[in-house]
């Protein structure tokens, strides 16, 4: 699992996975295909489309985590520890 304390930047913000060819200059993680977001709007996107509401806005302070389970093909975002 890997996590961040989010300090309360824009709510662009996103955590996720991406392929070696995203570009940070350009895009945003989710954009791009084969890619996978969470925002701090509370939002999941791929491919450039939000596509479902997910959890709630994230507050300074907030631990936001992600858990990859690459045997099973699972992708999971957590906020202070909660899916």
């Known amino acids: 699992m890997i996590s961040f304390i989010y300090n309360g930047t824009p709510e662009g913000a996103h955590?996720?996975?991406?392929t070696?060819?995203?570009n940070q200059t350009e895009f945003l993680i989710g954009e791009g295909e084969k890619e996978w977001s969470f925002s701090a709007a509370g939002f999941l996107m791929t491919s450039g489309?939000?596509?479902k509401d997910y959890g709630s806005w994230w507050n300074?302070?907030?631990v936001i985590s992600i858990k990859?389970?690459?045997v099973l093909g699972n992708l999971e975002f957590f906020i202070n520890g909660n899916s």
Do not use: Q, S
């Open 49 to 51: 489309v939000e596509i």
């Open 60 to 62: 300074p302070g907030d």
């Open 68 to 70: 990859i389970d690459k």
């Open 15 to 18: 955590i996720g996975i991406t």
């Open 20 to 22: 070696k060819k995203f």
